[in-house]
């Protein structure tokens, strides 16, 4: 407009817009200096660390295809059914985790049964780094916040159960990310000096009659009005508040776990939590939070929607775990409550009593360190540690209820997975304190806290490094690998694949599939007669084969499956249990091979048109391809069909 208007020549203005570029790329190259200065070895121990990340939890996700969790199939038919508009499908449940991967699914048209498989690693990734924020918010030093949680990823010293659940895209894991946000949020409103969000104006025009000139001149005489303020404690409390939302949408567990934090903190905070101006704050702030989560799923329920099964079940556990005194036999016998301690740590968390003794150690050293915080006048930073102590003895003794006689509110295994990650919180804190009490200049500070790091990895990797673990997957690599490849190549016609209950889910946002359950498949012709008809109205047929059946259970284990079918299991009994039973260890074998040798049998009726599509060491898959106005009956004899009826006979 100005070259237009005659203000200004071209040129003048051409040479204005590069003296312009010029400062402003030239501002943004020394602000990159400076900041790669300061922080450049940070963001490279972080870039190691999420490298390091992504390949001791990813590489699982490259080498096995199947689900991590058998629970996994229920969480891809409630987020099917949320695109069917069908939300608490089976009752009224946290629904964060299925909110955002529905999301992603939905933006990105990413399949359902892909992001379960591989969003574990995202999320894994993210728990970590929370650590590393906690730590690096909380910590005096700078390095010292790396030291537990390089140690958490690589040592080989804690027992796998601790970190086994990352490898499964699961509610409890990704709600985990958020409890170390409540802690830091109510940690920083707390080490606030001023909590109020609101500063006095005077009226219009009122003033008092100070003398003109004054110091006092112009001062408010009797304020009325109030001007919002944004503060620091307020940012604080609104984070605190969203933080305690999202655990409790994602997960009931981690708001248990973030409230025992909570309570902790109120502990080493107590010389300013009870004071009612923060005191009033922070408990709204919290019950905001939980009201926020609970808004949903409360609503849904008072229109007739009944609780999911495992909320059932937690309360049940309660109930059950009161019992439990019954059999706390160690502390009856006469052992010490930390010999208690030792043992459960050893049982659930560490493979050897050393490194459960330096547990124990680290938490003393924490509690003793924010003592003396208190006495030598660096009382926030020593509640921090009091806190931290605090928290990780509770859980430790929570890890141990079963013989002490405590009420149980989660599975005592799980107690283990919240104190195997709460372990590198109190590992770099123990080192921070150590060296803030030795170092207070920053540089030097930094300087030897690097150090520590540098020797902690040394010993790490003289004591043993931990490799990736393969877990034992829910599903074989054959069968994803079948299944991507049915749902490619059968974009137009319809097709059915006949298997154990996993794919069943896995297909539901596809039009064209269908699925055929194999236990009721294998029962339909157990009585075998002229008029027995199995037909399946679609012009493709698959089905799922295991030869080595898989291990299907309801934990995770490392433990591979070996048994391959055979006539011996073909001679026994189909299982008449309900739901998945049919495919749970013995039973799973027993209904693999009757279709293993189903399979055989029919390949020899009709060997042009029963067709192997895939065959691996462990997986077989057939396709049958027929006339929809000429369909076959799958319905034949065996061998082995009417056998669980002769042996009762």
């Known amino acids: 407009m100005l070259v237009l208007g005659g203000?200004?020549?071209?040129?003048?203005?051409?040479?204005?817009?590069?003296?312009?570029?010029?400062?402003?790329?030239?501002?943004?190259?020394?602000?990159?200096r400076e900041w790669s200065k300061r922080y450049g070895l940070e963001m490279l121990l972080i870039s190691g660390l999420t490298v390091l990340l992504v390949y001791m939890y990813g590489s699982n996700a490259v080498n096995v295809y199947g689900y991590g969790a058998s629970d996994i199939a229920?969480?891809?038919?409630?987020?099917?059914?949320?695109?069917?508009?069908?939300?608490?499908?089976?009752?009224?449940?946290?629904?964060?985790?299925?909110?955002?991967?529905?999301?992603?699914?939905?933006?990105?048209?990413?399949?359902?049964n892909v992001l379960l498989r591989l969003f574990y690693v995202v999320q894994t990734v993210m728990a970590h780094m929370m650590l590393l924020v906690f730590l690096r918010n909380v910590c005096k030093s700078r390095y010292a916040p790396y030291i537990g949680v390089i140690i958490y990823i690589v040592s080989n010293r804690l027992?796998?159960?601790?970190?086994?659940?990352?490898?499964?895209?699961?509610?409890?894991?990704?709600?985990?990310?958020?409890?170390?946000?409540?802690?830091?949020?109510?940690?920083?409103?707390?080490?606030?000096?001023?909590?109020?969000?609101?500063?006095?104006?005077?009226?219009?025009?009122?003033?008092?009659?100070?003398?003109?000139?004054?110091?006092?001149?112009?001062k408010a005489k009797n304020p009325k009005r109030w001007e919002e303020t944004v503060?620091?404690?307020?940012?604080?409390?609104?984070?605190?508040?969203?933080?305690?939302?999202?655990?409790?949408?994602i997960h009931f567990y981690n708001t248990f776990i973030a409230g025992l934090f909570c309570i902790a903190i109120g502990g080493g905070f107590c010389f300013r939590v009870f004071r009612w101006q923060y005191l009033k704050r922070i408990v709204v702030a919290g019950i905001g939070g939980l009201f926020m989560a609970i808004l949903p799923m409360g609503i849904a329920f008072l229109f007739g929607t009944p609780l999911q099964e495992s909320l059932n079940w937690g309360m049940?556990?309660?109930?059950?775990?009161?019992?439990?005194?019954?059999q706390a036999g160690a502390a009856e016998e006469g052992l010490s409550a930390l010999e208690t301690i030792l043992d459960r740590l050893e049982y659930y968390v560490v493979y050897d009593m050393k490194t459960g003794q330096v547990i124990l150690v680290s938490i003393g050293i924490l509690l003793g360190m924010g003592l003396l915080g208190y006495l030598f006048r660096k009382a926030e930073y020593g509640a921090v540690l009091v806190s931290v102590g605090a928290y990780m003895a509770v859980m430790a003794v929570l890890q141990a209820s079963l013989e002490f006689g405590i009420v149980q509110i989660l599975d005592v295994s799980r107690y283990s997975v919240y104190l195997g990650y709460g372990i590198p919180v109190a590992w770099g804190l123990c080192v921070d304190s150590l060296l803030y009490v030795l170092f207070r200049k920053a540089k030097l500070l930094n300087f030897c806290s690097f150090a520590v790091l540098t020797a902690a990895c040394v010993m790490t990797a003289k004591e043993g490094l931990r490799s990736p673990l393969f877990i034992n997957a829910y599903e074989t690599n054959g069968s994803v690998i079948c299944l991507n490849n049915i749902i490619r190549e059968n974009k137009e016609e319809a097709w059915t694949i006949c298997s154990a209950n996993d794919e069943r889910q896995m297909i539901g946002d596809y039009k064209q599939g269908y699925h055929y359950e194999l236990i009721k498949f294998l029962r339909n012709m157990r009585s075998l007669d002229e008029d027995t008809s199995i037909k399946i109205p679609t012009s493709t047929v698959y089905f799922f084969v295991e030869k080595i059946p898989v291990l299907y259970r309801d934990y995770m284990t490392l433990e591979k499956?070996?048994?391959?079918?055979?006539?011996?299991?073909?001679?026994?009994?189909?299982?008449?249990?309900?739901?998945?039973?049919?495919?749970?260890?013995?039973?799973?074998?027993?209904?693999?091979?009757?279709?293993?040798?189903?399979?055989?049998?029919?390949?020899?009726?009709?060997?042009?048109?029963?067709?192997?599509?895939?065959?691996?060491?462990?997986?077989?898959?057939?396709?049958?391809?027929?006339?929809?106005?000429?369909?076959?009956?799958?319905?034949?004899?065996?061998?082995?069909?009417?056998?669980?009826?002769?042996?009762?006979?």
């Open 561 to 649: 499956p070996d048994r391959e079918v055979s006539q011996e299991g073909a001679r026994k009994p189909l299982s008449d249990k309900p739901g998945i039973l049919p495919y749970l260890e013995e039973d799973r074998w027993i209904t693999m091979s009757h279709m293993y040798y189903w399979a055989q049998a029919f390949k020899e009726l009709y060997p042009n048109e029963m067709e192997v599509y895939y065959e691996s060491d462990d997986f077989v898959c057939y396709r049958v391809r027929q006339n929809e106005y000429s369909l076959y009956n799958f319905a034949i004899d065996y061998g082995y069909n009417g056998y669980d009826k002769m042996k009762k006979d």
């Open 231 to 249: 503060t620091a404690a307020g940012i604080y409390l609104t984070m605190f508040a969203v933080s305690v939302s999202l655990t409790l949408a």
């Open 159 to 218: 027992y796998y159960y601790t970190y086994i659940r990352y490898h499964a895209t699961l509610p409890q894991e990704m709600g985990m990310i958020f409890i170390l946000p409540v802690a830091y949020f109510a940690i920083a409103f707390l080490q606030e000096k001023n909590p109020v969000f609101k500063r006095a104006l005077p009226d219009e025009g009122e003033t008092a009659d100070y003398p003109a000139g004054g110091p006092d001149a112009g």
């Open 74 to 112: 229920v969480h891809n038919y409630w987020i099917n059914e949320m695109g069917h508009n069908n939300i608490f499908a089976d009752g009224v449940y946290p629904f964060g985790m299925h909110c955002l991967l529905y999301y992603l699914h939905g933006l990105f048209g990413i399949h359902t």
């Open 7 to 32: 203000e200004t020549g071209r040129k003048t203005l051409l040479l204005r817009m590069r003296k312009r570029r010029r400062r402003f790329f030239g501002a943004i190259g020394k602000k990159s």
């Open 316 to 326: 049940t556990q309660w109930e059950a775990s009161t019992s439990s005194h019954t």
